[in-house]
Nanobody
């Protein structure tokens, strides 16, 4: 079992920055990939960024150059640094952990944190 707790959301003006945190606990050794997703009202959930256990990162085109995903293994925490925020970045941001144990793959979700960017 893995538990994920997000924090760091809030209200910010366009052009501002926020840093989201995703703290993992439990069987963190089994985590293969951690991803940030977001979902705006009336829209489908969107993959924002991923970071693998080896540190490989990937980003959605909509956030490339503005968002940075990173991890602190000592704290079992993944961060999403969001710069140059735009109103269209407004959404609930959730972190997701993919765990692999042999042939068994399980995903876990955090509760989400609201990010609101005002114009």
């Amino acid at each position: 079992q893995v538990q994920l707790v997000e924090s760091g959301g809030g209200l910010v003006q366009a052009g501002g920055s926020l840093r989201l945190s995703c703290a993992a606990s439990g069987s963190t050794f089994s985590i293969n990939v951690i991803a940030w997703y977001r979902q705006a009202p009336g829209k489908q959930r969107e993959l924002v960024a991923t970071i693998g256990s080896g540190g490989t990162t990937n980003y959605a085109d909509s956030v490339k150059g503005r968002f940075t995903i990173s991890r602190d293994n000592a704290k079992n925490t993944v961060y999403l640094q969001m710069n140059s925020l735009k109103p269209e970045d407004t959404a609930v941001y959730s972190c997701n952990a993919l765990t692999v144990a042999g042939a068994v793959k399980i995903t876990y979700w955090g509760q989400g944190t609201q990010v609101t960017v005002s114009s």
